[in-house]
C-alpha cells in the first residue's frame, strides 16, 4: 500500500462506545475519530442488552460502518456471573473475562469481512477482542494487530497480592495464568501489538519477550471539553467506571483505611464516586456514611468534577495509562494518586500531583491540600497547563498510525 492511500480498517471491540462513561470506551472513541481522517474504519461489535438504539445511531461519530451482534454475556453483580467465572475457571483454557465475549455469530461476520477483500487491516482492541481470533485458527492475508490498553496478567497478579477471600484468592490466581497464556497466544499469532504506555511495551517486549511489539501510544485528553474547577470546598472526586474491579478495591480500600484519617482532621470532607454500574459494595459506602455520594451511571461527568478541588486515584491494582488522570487535570483538580495510579505517564510528584501508597501517607497529602490552598491551586494550574500543552488525541492517534503501517499489507 502506497503511504498517501487510505487504508480499510476493520476495527474489532467487545462494545459499542456510547455512553461515553469509562476511559475504556473514550480512548478509543477519541483516537478513532481522529483515524478516520486517515482510513475507512468499519467496527464490529456485540450489542448487548443494555446497549440503546441510540448508541447504534451514535456510532457513526467514530466509524463508517457498524456491524452488530446479539450477545449477552455475564455481568458484575447479577445471578449469573460468579458461577459463570467459577466454571470457566475450572473448565477453560482461555480467561474469563475474554470467553464471555466468544460468539460464532461473531466469527462468521469476522471470517465474511475477511474473505470480502475489502480490508487492509484488523484491529483487535483489547485483550478480549483477540477470542475470535484465537478461535478461528485462520491463516490470513490480512494483518492484525492487537491494541493491548493494559498488561492484563499484571492486573490479576496484583489482584492476588490484594485478595484475602480464599477462593476470590484462587479465581484471581487461575484468571491470571489464563491471561498469561491468552497474551502469549496473542505474541505467537497477532501480527503486531500495539501498548498505550512506554512502561508496557517494555514489559511486553522486554520481560515476557514478545517479538511482535510494535511500539506504544501516548495516552490524550479533550482539554477543550472541561472548564477548570473553581470549587474551594473539600471535596474529593473519584472518576471511573464502577464495575470495575480495579476501582471498586481502590475506593473501599480507600474509605475504610484513609478517609477516616482525612474526616478525624478535617470533618468538613465529602466524597463523591463518579461513575457507571456501581456495585452494591459501592452503593453501601454512600448508604454507610452520608458524607459519601456515589453518582451511578451519569451523561455527563463535568458537573461533578466542578463540585470538587482535589482528585485521588487510590488504586491498589491495574493496568494501561488512565485517562481519568489528564481529564482530572484538565478538570482544574488537584491530584493524589499511588504510582500505581500514575503509572505509564509522566506525572512528577510534587508538580504535577502528590504521589503516596501507603494509606496513612495517602491521607496526609490529601489534607496537606485541604489545609494549603495555595499548594493546592498550584499544583492543580501546573498540571492543566502541562496536559494542555503536551497531550492530544490527535498525537496519539498520528503515532498509532504510523506503528500500523508498519505491517500494512503491500
Known sequence: MMETERPSILWVNVRLLHPLN????????????QMRRHARITYLCPR??????????????????VITFDLDPPRGGTARFYP?????????????????????????LITQQLASG????????????????AELKLASAVPTIVFQHNVESL?????????ANPLRRWICQ??????????????????????????????????????NVLGWVPTGVDCDYFTPSTATAPVLAFLGSMDWHANVDAVEHFVRHSYPLIKARCPEVKVILIGRNPTPAVRALAAEDSSIEVTGTVDDVRPYLERASIMILPLRVGGGTRIKVFEGMAAGLALVSTHIGTEGLPVVHGEHAL?????ADFANAVISLIEDPAKRQRIASTALTWVRQNFSWATATDKFMSLARKVLKE
Open 22 to 33: 469509562g476511559g475504556d470506551r473514550l480512548r478509543t472513541y477519541h483516537m478513532l475519530r
Open 48 to 65: 448487548v442488552p443494555q446497549d440503546t438504539d441510540e448508541a447504534v445511531q451514535k456510532a457513526s461519530e467514530y466509524c463508517d460502518e
Open 84 to 108: 459463570a467465572v467459577l466454571w470457566n475457571c475450572l473448565t477453560s483454557s482461555r480467561p474469563f473475562a475474554s470467553q464471555k465475549y466468544s460468539s460464532k455469530q461473531a466469527r462468521d
Open 118 to 133: 475489502r480490508h487492509d487491516l484488523v484491529i483487535a482492541d483489547y485483550l478480549m477482542s483477540w477470542i475470535h481470533f
Open 155 to 163: 492486573i490479576w497478579q496484583r489482584h492476588v497480592k490484594n485478595t
Open 174 to 211: 487461575r484468571e491470571w495464568q489464563l491471561t498469561r497464556d491468552f497474551e502469549d497466544h496473542a505474541a505467537q499469532h497477532a501480527t503486531g501489538q500495539i501498548a498505550v504506555s512506554e512502561d508496557e511495551e517494555r514489559t511486553f517486549r522486554d520481560e515476557r519477550g514478545m517479538k
Open 355 to 359: 504521589l503516596a501508597d501507603e494509606d
